[in-house]
């Protein structure tokens, strides 16, 4: 005969697991979210907007508002378990409707589907990207206004070098002002990023921005420290710093790794064969990376160096040295190592 507290003990227990099962049916089940059929076909268009660092919920929260997933939790589910999600650009996509979540993240990790797109290159110039922008539907008049009005921050003449290089999307509504606004702003926290504010040398930030633009143009990212290392060594020694890239800049030329003598002397404050200490302003617009090492520079007592092979590019701070390779590389030349 069962007793009284055994009793009791058994309808505790079966009340504590009736709970538990209620609870467990009350939970979400992920691998049941709903989810649209895959290969279906989908519904008319809707722009997504993907804002800067957006998380993986709030993204699958907005498409499922939209009407392009069943769920959001079906969304989220596939996002997570796909390392390709973390590359989802930014910016106003065209997704379709009634999409099933494997779908809508296909079309979301393709580029050819953000409206208004700017695809800024590290190294650009201001004047390539103001192209982008009239390949959008600006005119160069605009496009030159805006430039010329536009706020850029305490201690910069130029607006050249304050664009970052990214990838923006924008609504066809968006006025020039806004956009060189969002590119300065973004610039602006990119320098802050690589430690501007906190360096102890005497470089002001801008000069530190045309440094990064210098480290951007004439080297690969492998050796940006220890050109950001060349350039204070050179001016500290009072030398020229010679570098092919600020007459490349003057003569808006890309392309070619040769520098003729007669190119060497034209007459620009940008051209380092003639005149010492650092360009103007900065001669591109350089990315995280060349920002990063222009602020912190590899120690080192270089004060040459020379690319004498696609990627192998050599530091010394002797010039006899440097000669040595700068016959190697002439000779690399000649046997088409560098190509066209």
């Not at 040769?258 to 064969?273: D, E, G, I, K």
């Not at 990376?289 to 590019?313: C, K, M, N, R």
């Amino acid at each position: 005969m069962i007793s009284r507290d055994t009793a009791r003990g058994f309808l505790g227990v079966f009340l504590a697991l009736a709970i538990i099962a209620t609870i467990d049916l009350a939970k979400p089940s992920i691998s049941s979210a709903p989810d649209y059929a895959c290969g279906e076909s989908a519904d008319k268009e809707v722009l997504v907007d993907i804002a800067q660092g957006e998380s993986g919920s709030s993204i699958a929260q907005e498409l499922f508002q939209l009407g392009v997933t069943k769920s959001s939790t079906a969304f989220f589910r596939v996002a997570v378990s796909d390392p390709k999600a973390g590359s989802i650009a930014p910016g106003i996509h065209r997704i379709q409707r009634q999409l099933c979540a494997t779908e809508a993240l296909t079309q979301l990790l393709d580029r050819t589907r953000i409206e208004n797109l700017i695809s800024i290159a590290e190294g650009a110039w201001n004047s390539e990207i103001y192209e982008s922008l009239r390949k959008l539907g600006y005119t160069s008049e605009e496009i030159s206004s805006a430039a010329q009005q536009a706020t850029r921050p305490t201690g910069f003449s130029s607006l050249e070098g304050l664009l970052f290089p990214a990838q923006y999307s924008f609504d066809s509504s968006t006025s020039l002002t806004t956009i060189f606004s969002a590119l300065v702003s973004r610039s602006v926290k990119e320098m802050e990023k690589a430690g501007f504010a906190k360096t102890r040398e005497s470089f002001s930030q801008q000069e530190l921005l045309i440094i990064a633009s210098l480290v951007q143009a004439e080297g690969d990212k492998e050796d940006f420290a220890k050109i950001s290392q060349v350039v204070r060594n050179r001016l500290a020694k009072g030398m020229p710093l010679q570098f092919d890239s600020t007459v490349h800049y003057i003569k808006k030329i890309r392309g070619s790794i040769f520098l003729s003598t007669q190119s060497t002397l034209v007459n620009s404050p940008y051209n380092t064969y003639r005149r010492n200490g650092l360009p103007p302003t900065p001669i591109n617009n350089p990315g995280a990376q060349a920002l990063y090492a222009a602020a912190h520079p590899e120690s080192g007592p270089w004060i040459y160096f020379i690319t004498v092979a696609p990627g192998d590019t050599r530091f010394t701070d002797s010039y006899s040295e440097f000669m040595q390779w700068k016959v190697l590389y002439k000779k690399n030349l000649r046997d088409g190592k560098f190509g066209g």
